[in-house]
């Protein structure tokens, strides 16, 4: 029986048609992605309710949008090469993708598997820490997002395909670049240039496919088969969860290197500018003047100037003072739990995962294909371990530098109070500073409050340690010489370990290095947003380019032409379709790497032929339906668009066919529309739902191009022209065909809600196709929950 629908419009809205580029439904949920030319991705539900919109910063429209098959994440292509990955939940941004200024020209994201087996996690979320406990903090909300994983453990198997510049990147779950393949540069019957129109992969994997137009007009259906591919989903998986762990550890490290600056700069900004500003003062009329003098003076003699007493009456209150303190005192207890927490889970995770991608990079016969190299992966560790070393000593140089900062402050606010004159300053501000208060307070004023000169101007003071571990250019001031550590001494001692493992000269010092992990003088920041980073970027991006054939395609297949001279590929209304008739059969359960079985997909392409176009010269468009298997074997339909049920068309004014989408594996749908009558002004036009099962049954099959005699084979819609079959004889019911108000432009349909947007000029609806013969229940769940009247 043909599908019959009762159409409900559910939703209209006024939208200029300018402002949307794209539309796409989720593959789980009754939502729809709209990409817009200004760079905004927007969600909405079914009546078209804004949930989230996020605009890009950088100029460029969205060109194209691919959700996750689990619907979690929307890849985002915008102009200039940018791929932005958005969470489902708020629009925030997880990942960008930068190509070069690259035109994204086509997305696609798959799934090649339905089951996986759970990823073990042996950390607590990152939201869990201690330091994260308090009513007080800020940034909770950020915190929740920051611990949320970028796969969930429980992630199946997908590829994400880029095509730009005839090249097409192939991502695993979106997140890991393993391969790279030059499309072959071949048509039917010579070597030219072609730009490719579209491409999907099979539900199956089994085929990369695209539509590859040349400059002579020849549009030709290309296959590069892929099961080679099939096989490695589960390694790709495994090895894209690890990777995914890697970049979130590199979020999360980060982060809180930021939050670490952010602790230094805003404690000690008060106090750097208000001793740079006095001291730029005092050195515009005394040259030879030196603030570690004058604190020395009042430390030791009891004198203060009066230039100071001023600054500290009118500048730098005591009130201002005791507040900097504590405000000082608080960051560096921050910066403590940053090191001591934060960081440490980040590192310790990415050594956790680091070590179980080793294990995957030594498994040559499953992993080798994609790139992972054993020496990167160890180079990644060692360098961990040594970010974790360097973490350590700046916990430690931050608590060192406490001991100094908490009796200067201390010592300072008596200062400021004594500056009235009623008593001996010495006794005032030494009366509540000890002797042990007094030497840390010598020593950091004389060691530590260092002055930093440009060009003869005083730019501002170095005043204490933490500072050159959380900016780039290295330590200057190790640990070992803040703590007067030297080779000889204990914290360097190896010998009764070197006495254990017995070892000849050469290769001790390699296996047995001075602590853990080899020492360095660069900074935590150059370990972090240096080092590390670029290891991580490294290992997310070890795709190599394909030959043809290679890991995991097989050689192209000879194409197959569709048609010839193609005057305006906008007009085609390229569209494909692919099926699995059963779920795949579920291995992932066994404990060992197995080869994914996967069904058959049932893969179906349409276009079509416009009126006065193309070799065969016809008064009305033509729809071309051609459908392949895994062995290759196709067949085909030519549909004429010759008249719609219950048109009155007496001036037989030709049909266009705005827009062409399969809405399942039996059913085409089709926008069209025609001019009006001599006597109306109005447009008409009409949804129509064309069946498909009993024609493709029925169609004979189509020799294969690499089989056919020569001359060059004609195209497929040479082969079925003469043998067209007319739309009036194929849409035979009213429930096929559904008047719209308005001429469309564009469709955007999703067949397993029965769910339709369709743009307009000026506005753009939501349509539910309520098929009459479905049971109770599988109508469309929340279509139905508030339907408006019948269109």
Known sequence: MAPEFITTLYEERPIAKSKVSVAVWSPKMDIIA?????????????????????????????????????????????????????????????????????????????????????????????????????DLFSNRHEVTQLSKPWLDPDSSPSVLVVYFDDIVRLFGCGVCEFASLKLPHETTSRQTKFQVCDSFVTKDMSYHCYFALSKDGLLNFNKISSRRLVEHCLPLRNLSLHVASLLHSKQLLLWSVKQLKNAWEDTLLELDAKLTAYSRERLRTSPNWSLRNELLEVILFGHVSPQLQIFLKAEWTPAAIRRAGIAMFKAYDTMKSITFQQLQYGLMQLICEASELLGCARDKQAYGCFGITEDAVVELIRDAGSTLQKTLELHMIVDHCSHYLRPFFKWLYGVAVSSDGTKPTSEKSNRKVTPTERDLIITFVSEQLRPIFIQGELKSYQIELV????????????????????????????????????????????????????????????????????????????????????????????????????????????????????????????????????????????????????????????????????????????????????????????????????????????????????????????????????????????PQPAIRPPPPPASILDLLINDSLRMSDLVTSALQVHALPRKPSWMSVYGERRVIFVMFDSVCRVYIMERIEASEGEDGGDANVEAAEDE
């Open 34 to 134: 709209i990409g817009s030319p200004n760079g905004m991705v927007s969600l909405h539900r079914y009546k078209l309710g804004l949930t989230w919109e996020v605009r890009s910063p950088h100029p460029g429209g969205v060109t194209h949008l691919a959700w996750r098959p689990d619907g979690k994440v929307i890849a985002a292509a915008y102009e200039f090469g940018r791929l932005h990955f958005l969470n489902l939940l708020d629009g925030s941004l997880l990942r960008v993708l930068e190509f070069n200024d690259a035109t994204i020209q086509d997305l696609v994201w798959v799934s090649c598997g339905n089951a996986a087996p759970l990823k073990q996690s042996f950390f607590p979320p990152f939201e869990s820490l201690s330091v994260f406990s308090d």
């Open 467 to 702: 500072e050159q571990y959380i900016r780039t250019g290295g330590v200057t001031r190790p640990l070992e010489e803040v703590f007067g550590i030297t080779a000889e001494s204990e914290h360097f001692n190896r010998a009764k370990l070197r006495d254990i493992i017995p070892l000849p000269g050469g290769a001790l010092a390699e296996s047995v290095p001075e602590g853990v992990f080899t020492p360095t003088n660069a900074s935590l920041a150059d370990l972090i947003e240096v080092v590390l980073i670029g290891h991580i970027d490294k290992m997310a991006a070890s795709g190599r380019e394909q030959s043809l054939p290679g890991d995991f395609f097989d050689a192209a297949e000879t194409p197959v032409p569709l048609m010839s001279n193609v005057l305006d590929s906008s007009r085609m209304c390229l569209c494909h379709f692919s099926h699995l008739p059963e779920p795949p059969e579920n291995e992932f359960g066994l404990p060992t790497v197995r080869n994914q079985v996967v069904a058959n997909a049932i893969n179906l392409v349409a276009f079509v032929r416009p009126r006065n176009e193309g070799d065969c010269q016809c008064l009305t468009d033509s729809i071309v339906v051609y459908t392949f298997d895994h062995a290759g074997c196709g067949c085909g339909i030519c549909i004429r668009v010759d008249d719609v049920f219950g048109d009155r068309n007496a001036s037989n004014i030709p049909y266009t066919v705005v827009d062409l989408k399969f809405f399942c594996v039996d059913t085409l749908v089709a926008l069209v529309y025609r001019e009006p009558d001599a006597s109306s002004s109005e447009t008409l036009q009409w949804l129509v739902f064309i069946p498909l099962h009993d024609s493709l049954a029925a169609a004979p099959a189509i």
